[in-house]
């Protein structure tokens, strides 16, 4: 019996074969060639992105530069609002983001310094320094007591004086006038740091440990500045070594958790975040809106070396992403709406809207590469270190 040729798709074609193979055939043609442009269009989609990704050359709006500042990378260079300070042993000097000297403020040798945006304590022994961000010296005094340390805020500073497990905590104004203290609060307790938040710095949290009970306990509290104590929260053996205000919230870092209170310490159970294997970074704050903050592996940190290579994004309640760095980073930060990570000879930065990444050549001179990060100015710009030198970096965006 003669087969119908119609019920083979595969059919022979060509002499011999019906138009309606011939029709089969074509069509089958039409589908393999279909099908491999429509493959080899996906492919080259996937592999663009993946270049993209990693090599991706940067294009900026602005010029990136790069300025050496008259300051070696040991001299405490530290960020202060749009400039930066350092101390050169003897005495304390700030720059602008273009490298110029604005002002110098002479304290002499073993001093030691914080700053907020708006100003610097200085304390040298019992001996007590208020300076505002023109350089001008609001308080000058020497205490009766050996200072610990002191922290500046938007409006006032804190000092601790006393030993070390029986310490006093004065708060002052910027003018030096005294406008709290407490003097019994932390008897027993190694104070361990102090803070300032609110919309104008009036509230206050504190982190003490006490050293005396069967099991080492971290103990938090706030209270506002010259009214009452707000609230306490007992953290146990965990380490904190990072507090946040945003939001009207205090984040609160630890080594395994990243917890969330109010302003009286009512803690938001629902807002804890596991980031064991993962240290903060940086954080960029805007004026309105959820805060971003950036996390970075632990796992290849050696000593006081930072070698980054994995990173981790969080903001708000439903953000968490990962980003995995071409390379070994020395450091990374966040701005704005960009992550930016600096390797020896290259800079890269991370699109957050877009989850685009792009790779800069790195901005320092001939002969020079990025070995160190040491922050970031209100303005965004980074302070890279190379060697003993240091440079003011204006980033891509």
Known sequence: MQQNRASRPGGRTGRGASPYDNRIAAAQRRRR??????????????????????????????????????????????PFGDNLLY????????????????????????????????????????????????????????????????????????????????????????????????????????LLDVGFYG??????WTMAMDVYSTALNTVMNTFQVGKMNTGEASLGEKLVYKVLYENSKLRVFT?????????????????????????YLDSYLPSHGDATLLLSSTTNQTGSSRSVSELRLLSGT????????????????????????????????????????YAYASPLPEGESIDG?????????AILTSGDSVFIVTLPD
């Open 33 to 78: 060639l279909i099908r491999n442009v429509i493959l080899l269009v996906t492919l080259a989609a996937i592999a663009a992105a993946v270049v993209l990704l990693l090599v991706n050359p940067g294009k900026s709006s602005n010029e990136v530069g790069a300025t050496r500042l008259t300051c070696y990378a040991d001299q405490d260079v530290t």
């Open 87 to 190: 101390y050169d042993g003897a005495s304390i000097h700030c720059l602008a983001d273009s490298g110029a000297i604005r002002w110098s403020f002479s304290v002499g040798s073993n001093a030691s310094f914080h700053c907020s945006d708006n100003c610097l304590v200085i304390w040298q022994g019992n001996q007590l320094y208020i300076v505002d961000s023109s350089g001008r010296s609001t308080y000058n005094e020497a205490l009766s007591e050996e200072i610990q340390f002191a922290r500046a805020g938007t409006s006032y500073v804190a000092i601790v004086t006393g030993s070390d497990t029986n310490p006093d905590l004065v708060i002052r104004d910027l003018q030096g006038t005294q406008v709290d203290e407490e003097a019994e609060a932390y008897d027993g307790l190694l």
């Open 199 to 204: 919309d104008s710095g009036e509230y206050m």
């Open 255 to 279: 080594t395994q958790q990243l917890y969330t209170y109010d302003y009286k310490l009512v803690q938001d159970t629902n807002s804890t975040i596991l980031v064991y294997g993962w240290e």
């Open 318 to 357: 439903n953000t968490d992403r990962r980003y995995t760095l071409p390379k070994e980073c020395v450091g990374a930060m966040v701005n704005n709406r960009s992550i930016y990570a600096f390797a020896s000879d290259t800079m890269y930065r991370v699109d957050i809207s877009s989850q685009v990444s």
């Open 373 to 381: 990060f040491l922050g970031k100015t209100n303005s965004g710009k």
